[in-house]
């Protein structure tokens, strides 16, 4: 493909309260066995994008351990390879990531050392699959400035958590706003973004001389009226795990068989970094409806509309429902767990009861399991 990749993977969310506290958000477990950023990196991969960067920033310990070799995306080195990026101190500035702009400006010699006329630039917390050849062949046909891929949502969605975007009848963007408290449109942009290298090289550049960092608010908004942005619409499944709720349902669709055939069972694949695991055991007593168990894990109790991570040990006579388990979670015997998401490495003594009253709780037990 003609076209070179960037990965935004630095930002913070707040709105993912405790569980963004020891890792990014694109670094989130999904579907018993995969990160977030695993499916912006499995689009690239099968759109033949052969040279990626990824911007990295908060809690990235984890996040730059899971992208230590690009092999798992079969990014090769000889044909381009997986680079990731840091803030770094050096002689022109002195800053973390200020913004998604800033995150491209620090690293503009990634860009002017490429060759590709066109650059992907994605967000690394969404779920989906698209293959970004499509996308610019659009993008091609309305010799387009920009364009950004969008998606309807369901009219009785909170939409204003995104960016809302309005088009014209030729798909011409002609209002954009950034997560507005009351959204005039149900269509969402899905942060995915096409542009000519050497166009965004030039916007970004005068961007920084008016110290102005966000891509969104900075570029697209501020020259939606100078320059041709187009929408480009997708159908397919797509979901942004921008909340606690957010990332609860996400997982939670993965439990639907038509869910997990698009994903899984149907071309281009996803791929992950994959641990050298056994399989999940189940145990004389272990009942086990509509759920997804990943390898390491060992059940004894009942599960029912639960997603269970890799490594988890689950107890006798405990009940597990409609609840996320992350990775490596000890729940103890007698152990009640419903309607919560458990962070991973927890113990979760015998005979606890945890239950999400009101919305999804999240279960985090301060213990000596893991000394510090």
Same mark, same amino acid.
């Not at 706003?177 to 030039?202: D, F, N």
């Given at each position: 493909?003609?076209?070179?990749?960037?990965?935004?993977?630095?930002?913070?969310?707040?709105?993912?309260?405790?569980?963004?506290?020891?890792?990014?958000?694109?670094?989130?477990?999904?579907?018993?066995?995969?990160?977030?950023?695993?499916?912006?990196?499995?689009?690239?991969?099968?759109?033949?994008?052969?040279?990626?960067?990824?911007?990295?920033?908060?809690?990235?310990?984890?996040?730059?351990?899971?992208?230590?070799?690009?092999?798992?995306?079969?990014?090769?080195?000889?044909?381009?390879?997986?680079?990731?990026?840091?803030?770094?101190?050096?002689?022109?500035?002195?800053?973390?990531?200020?913004?998604?702009?800033?995150?491209?400006?620090?690293?503009?010699?990634?860009?002017?050392?490429?060759?590709?006329?066109?650059?992907?630039?994605?967000?690394?917390?969404?779920?989906?699959?698209?293959?970004?050849?499509?996308?610019?062949?659009?993008?091609?046909?309305?010799?387009?400035?920009?364009?950004?891929?969008?998606?309807?949502?369901?009219?009785?969605?909170?939409?204003?958590?995104?960016?809302?975007?309005?088009?014209?009848?030729?798909?011409?963007?002609?209002?954009?706003?950034?997560?507005?408290?009351?959204?005039?449109?149900?269509?969402?942009?899905?942060?995915?973004?096409?542009?000519?290298?050497?166009?965004?090289?030039?916007?970004?550049?005068?961007?920084?001389?008016?110290?102005?960092?966000?891509?969104?608010?900075?570029?697209?908004?501020?020259?939606?009226?100078?320059?041709?942005?187009?929408?480009?619409?997708?159908?397919?499944?797509?979901?942004?795990?921008?909340?606690?709720?957010?990332?609860?349902?996400?997982?939670?669709?993965?439990?639907?068989?038509?869910?997990?055939?698009?994903?899984?069972?149907?071309?281009?694949?996803?791929?992950?970094?994959?641990?050298?695991?056994?399989?999940?055991?189940?145990?004389?007593?272990?009942?086990?409806?509509?759920?997804?168990?990943?390898?390491?894990?060992?059940?004894?109790?009942?599960?029912?509309? =639960?997603? *269970?991570?890799?490594?988890? !040990? /689950? $107890?006798? #006579?405990?009940? @597990?429902? +409609? =609840?996320? *388990?992350?990775?490596?979670? !000890? /729940? $103890?015997? #007698?152990?009640? @767990?419903? +309607?919560?998401?458990?962070?991973?490495?927890?113990? /979760?003594?015998? #005979?606890?009861?945890?239950?999400?009253?009101?919305?999804?709780?999240?279960?985090?037990?301060?213990?000596?399991?893991?000394?510090?």
């Amino acid at each position: 493909m003609r076209a070179i990749g960037i990965i935004l993977a630095g930002g913070n969310n707040h709105r993912m309260k405790e569980l963004s506290q020891k890792r990014a958000v694109c670094a989130m477990p999904i579907a018993g066995s995969y990160r977030s950023i695993d499916f912006a990196l499995s689009n690239m991969s099968n759109s033949h994008i052969q040279k990626v960067a990824v911007f990295t920033q908060y809690n990235a310990r984890s996040l730059n351990e899971h992208l230590s070799s690009s092999k798992w995306w079969d990014f090769g080195r000889k044909q381009g390879g997986l680079f990731v990026f840091t803030p770094a101190v050096t002689a022109e500035s002195s800053y973390w990531y200020r913004g998604t702009a800033d995150a491209i400006a620090q690293n503009l010699t990634f860009l002017k050392n490429s060759h590709e006329p066109y650059v992907v630039i994605v967000s690394g917390d969404g779920i989906y699959k698209m293959d970004y050849n499509k996308v610019l062949e659009y993008h091609i046909d309305k010799k387009a400035d920009i364009t950004v891929v969008c998606k309807d949502m369901p009219e009785d969605m909170d939409a204003g958590r995104y960016g809302i975007i309005k088009m014209n009848e030729e798909s011409r963007i002609e209002e954009f706003e950034e997560k507005p408290i009351m959204a005039r449109s149900s269509t969402v942009s899905c942060g995915i973004y096409i542009v000519r290298r050497r166009q965004l090289i030039e916007m970004i550049e005068k961007g920084m001389e008016e110290d102005r960092y966000d891509f969104v608010k900075d570029i697209l908004i501020r020259y939606k009226n100078m320059k041709r942005i187009y929408g480009y619409k997708i159908k397919s499944y797509w979901s942004n795990i921008a909340t606690v709720e957010d990332y609860f349902h996400t997982n939670m669709d993965f439990l639907k068989p038509e869910i997990r055939d698009y994903f899984f069972k149907q071309y281009p694949d996803v791929y992950s970094k994959v641990d050298d695991l056994p399989p999940a055991k189940y145990n004389v007593g272990a009942n086990v409806k509509n759920s997804l168990i990943s390898s390491g894990s060992i059940v004894n109790g009942t599960v029912e509309d =639960s997603v *269970i991570f890799k490594k988890t !040990y /689950i $107890g006798n #006579n405990c009940y @597990i429902k +409609n =609840s996320i *388990i992350l990775n490596d979670v !000890y /729940i $103890g015997d #007698n152990t009640h @767990i419903e +309607n919560c998401i458990v962070e991973s490495r927890n113990t /979760i003594r015998a #005979n606890s009861y945890h239950k999400g009253e009101e919305g999804i709780k999240v279960v985090i037990e301060h213990n000596d399991r893991y000394v510090i």
